[in-house]
Each structure stands twice: as structure tokens, then as C-alpha cells.
């Protein structure tokens, strides 16, 4: 029955594990009724269309009488208004006071109206709202910028003391990378970690002297290669690549605007160019374009003090841009050394992790493995993709880059780590996992898993996990075979 199950809904679907979607993962997950326009039976459809609803009139005496959050029928409405606003129209450019939809003040009004609200008023109700301890609300396009899903303050007196031990470290003329891996691995400070991650992934070197000459000559080589090779992505032997990098790139994170600017996307096409040509065991593979962002977003954000997924990249000088795009493809490149088998031809080095993780698995919970198994779903279904992308697609870009602090901080992050953080990954959901029942609702759950709302608090005890799990089992044979 299972397997009749199984094939009727793959001559149902075109959404087949591992084909290309545009849209898909955490950072945009297609399942939300909000983004399609389509809302669950037991709730009232919210009435967009009318501005003078009771609901819209009276959100702000309801705000003001009040000492809780938002009600949850208003939460959906922001959340569909958020996503909104973000899609500019020409029309609404060009005429402001057109715009029914908007952040005023850092929060979004429903209204032309209520644009038109006292300062003092609305400032007493983000006082009041700033004063309780909910949880905020993030919106769909989730920010980039390092944020505690928790609402604790942004500098806490610890966060004060762990920046101060990394500036120390790094002030030092040979920074002690063991003392700064040991710091990093619980998160890196926003204010350093662009240094940090330069020195961690082995692209500048400990003695703070030889720094300097070291990316001057690092930036000068890497133009050297765009001058000697970008010309002849139209040559007949490279089109194809450069082809397929030209169709990617637009799919990377497409509901940020900063990774939809004309001056960022050229960026990109350079750096996976350049670096597929000098690969050539593996060439340009669809997933390598998602590994850009976090070292692009860190080097932009050392410029950038908020709001980076909004940034105009063209307001910039020349010769930064020139450096941030020079220090991402270095960067990048030293990532891919360490994992370039999950990239050559099959992708030996995801199939043998996927594997490992399916064996991981069977010896953390064997109820899960066993329900997975029961309704004929494949670890290669949905691991795949996690093992190609390490994770991009199912968490937000924010809790990516706090992520990869802690994998530049390991010895083998990227390649042997990340099996761990996976099997962690997978235990997170166990709850969920176990109450769906057949093969379809499983797959749709594990691949567009509900991680929107993560931040560094979830993150810190997914690693925290990770790390348990890697303790247990990386070096005891007779649970795991590495």
C-alpha cells in the first residue's frame, strides 16, 4: 500500500527530490497560506481588500488598551503585508501617497491613515511592547543581521566581555588560532567576525605584519585571473558553464533584495566562473552558488551597520567592491577544498554522507529510522540537499552565518562536523516526524522544514547537540563506523 502511495503521488507531483525550484527551503518556504493567498479552513480569511475594516480601525485602540503582543489573526496579516511590501510596484514608486501598505516606524501600517499617527503614540507602544517579553515578530524575508530569536538585548555584558577577548586576539602580532577557534566556536561577535573568518578559513595568515601584503597580493591575483579567463566564458568550451551559473545566480535567496541588484549578481557570476575553470574535476555544480553568500554578506557587513539585505552593492567605491568580491572567491575556495568530493562527477562525497547519516541515524533513534523506513522514504529524498547546500536552504541566512562560525572554528567543519549538526537537525523534528503517517506528508515536511523564525538561541542548541552526538559516536566503532 505504502509503495502504491508513493508512486501515485510522484505522477501527482513535478516536484521531485533534487529537481530545481526556484523558490523553496527555509529562507522562503512555499508552503506558507499566507505567501499563496490561500488560508485553513477553521480561519477567517482576513479581509485585505477593505482599509476600513473593524479589524484595521481598530488596531490601534486595541494596541493601546492592551498589555499583550499582537493577536495572532493580526500577526498573520503582517506577515502577508511584510511579504507584500517587498514586491515594490512602479505604480507605488512613483506615487507615494498611493501606497496603502508600508513600515512606518519600524512597524507596518495597514493604511494611507495610519501613516498620519503622532510620533508620541506610536512610540509608547513600542515602549510597551519593547517591555514585554515575547518573542518578536521576523518577518518572512528574514533579516540577515545577527539577531537573538529569544529578544534578549543585542550587548549583554558577556557579549561585551567575549568582543573585548577578540579584539585582544586579534590585536596580537600572531594571533593564537587555537585560542580563536576555542572563542569562535560559540559565535563570533558581528564587529570581528569578517577578520575572524578571513584568519580561520586560512586565507590570512596569524602574523598581523605579513597581513596586509598577503591580500593585496591575494586580490591582485584573483583580477589577474578575471583578466586572463572571464573573457572566454562565450568560448564554446565553457558556455555551458557559464550558462547554467547565469541561471543560477538569479535563484539565490530571491527574496533578498541585495542578491537581486545587477552589481551583486555580476559579482557572483565572476567568483563561481573563475572558480569552476580552475576546478576542472568538478567544474560548476548547482549548489556552489548558494555557498557565496555567507562570506559575501560577512565582508559587505564591514560596511554595512544595518539592514544589509536592503544595501544598494553600487553605492559603494569601486575598489571595496572590488575587495569584498576578491576576499569571497579566496574564501570560497578554501571552504571547497576541504569538501570538493560532493562535487566531482556523481558526487561520491554526498552519496558516502548520506549514507553515514542514514546509519547515524539508526543508532540515535532507531523509531525514527524506522518510520522513515516504514513509508518507503530515502535519506537521499531530503539529505541530499542538505549535504550539497550544508543546510542554506533550510535555515535563514542569519542563522547560516552563526552556523559556519562554528564550523570554521572545528577542524573539520565543513566536511566531518556537518554530519552531525544534520543528525541533530533531524532530531529537532522528531515530534513532527512521528505524527506524520504517510509518504507524501513526511517528504513535504522534511523538505520545507518550519525554521523561519530561528535565530542564535536555536541555533547555539542545535551545535550544542551536534557536538553531544559527535562525542558519543565519532570515535566509538561499535556504535558508528566513520
Known amino acids: 500500500m505504502a509503495t502504491e502511495n508513493r508512486i501515485n503521488f ?18 522562503h518556504p512555499p508552503l506558507d497560506p499566507r505567501l499563496r493567498r490561500t488560508f485553513p479552513k477553521e480561519a477567517v ?45 512602479p505604480s507605488l514608486q512613483a506615487s507615494p501617497s498611493l501606497q496603502q501598505c508600508g513600515p512606518v516606524n519600524g512597524r507596518v501600517v495597514k493604511s494611507s491613515t495610519d501613516a498620519h499617527l503622532s510620533g508620541a503614540s506610536v512610540r509608547s507602544t513600542l515602549q510597551k511592547q519593547k517591555s514585554l517579553p515575547v518573542r518578536p515578530i521576523v518577518p518572512l524575508i528574514a533579516r540577515i543581521s545577527d539577531q ?27 594571533t593564537d588560532l587555537e585560542e580563536l577557534r576555542k572563542s569562535s566556536w560559540s559565535g563570533i561577535p558581528r564587529e570581528v567576525r569578517p577578520i575572524t573568518w578571513r584568519l580561520l578559513s586560512g586565507y590570512l595568515p ?15 591575483e584573483y583580477f589577474g585571473f578575471i583578466e586572463q579567463y572571464y573573457h572566454s566564458r562565450t568560448d564554446e568550451h565553457f558556455k555551458d558553464t557559464y550558462r547554467q551559473i547565469h541561471i543560477d545566480i538569479p535563484r539565490t535567496n530571491p527574496l533578498i533584495p541585495l542578491f537581486q541588484q545587477p552589481t551583486v549578481q555580476e559579482v557572483f557570476e565572476r567568483i563561481l566562473f573563475i572558480w569552476a575553470i580552475r576546478h576542472p574535476a568538478s567544474g560548476y555544480v548547482q549548489g556552489i552558488n548558494d555557498l557565496v553568500t555567507p562570506f559575501f554578506v560577512v565582508f559587505l557587513s564591514e560596511f554595512v551597520e544595518e539592514d544589509v539585505e536592503n544595501f544598494e552593492m553600487a553605492s559603494l567605491p569601486l575598489e571595496t567592491r572590488r575587495n569584498i568580491e576578491a576576499d569571497s572567491f579566496w574564501c570560497m575556495s578554501k571552504l571547497l577544498d576541504g569538501i570538493q568530493d560532493n562535487y566531482t562527477f556523481a558526487q561520491p562525497g554526498i552519496q558516502n554522507k548520506v549514507k553515514a547519516l542514514e546509519e547515524l541515524v539508526s543508532r540515535i533513534d532507531k523509531n525514527i529510522h524506522g518510520h522513515l ?10 539529505a541530499f540537499r542538505w549535504m550539497n547546500n550544508l543546510l542554506m536552504r533550510e535555515l535563514p541566512l542569519r542563522c547560516t552565518i552563526r552556523l559556519w562560525d562554528t564550523y570554521q572554528a572545528e577542524a573539520e567543519g565543513f566536511s566531518h562536523f556537518h554530519l552531525y549538526v544534520c543528525a541533530a537537525f533531524l532530531m529537532e523534528w522528531r515530534k513532527e516526524i512521528m505524527s506524520m503517517v504517510d509518504f507524501q506528508g513526511l517528504l513535504m515536511l522534511l523538505q520545507n522544514l518550519p525554521t523561519i523564525h530561528w535565530g542564535n538561541e536555536e541555533v547555539g542548541l542545535l551545535l550544542a547537540e551536534a557536538y553531544r552526538l559527535k562525542y558519543m559516536f565519532a570515535d566509538a566503532p561499535n556504535h558508528y563506523k566513520r
Open 10 to 27: 510522484w505522477k501527482k507531483t513535478v516536484k521531485v527530490p533534487g529537481s530545481i525550484q526556484p523558490v523553496y527551503g527555509a529562507q
Open 148 to 174: 537573538n530569536a529569544s529578544g534578549a538585548p543585542p550587548m549583554t555584558v558577556r557579549e561585551k566581555s567575549r568582543q573585548d577577548k577578540f579584539r585582544q586576539l586579534l590585536a596580537s602580532p600572531n
Open 206 to 220: 596569524a602574523n598581523m605584519e605579513r597581513r596586509d601584503l598577503v591580500l593585496k597580493r591575494k586580490r591582485d
Open 373 to 382: 523506513r516504514r513509508y518507503e522514504v530515502e535519506y537521499l529524498q531530503f
Open 45 to 89: 480569511k482576513p479581509n485585505f481588500d477593505n482599509p476600513k475594516s473593524k479589524k484595521a480601525s481598530s488596531f490601534h485602540e486595541f494596541a493601546r488598551s492592551t498589555n499583550d503582543a499582537w493577536d495572532i489573526e493580526d500577526e498573520e496579516d503582517e506577515d502577508y503585508l511584510v511579504a507584500r511590501a517587498h514586491r515594490p510596484s
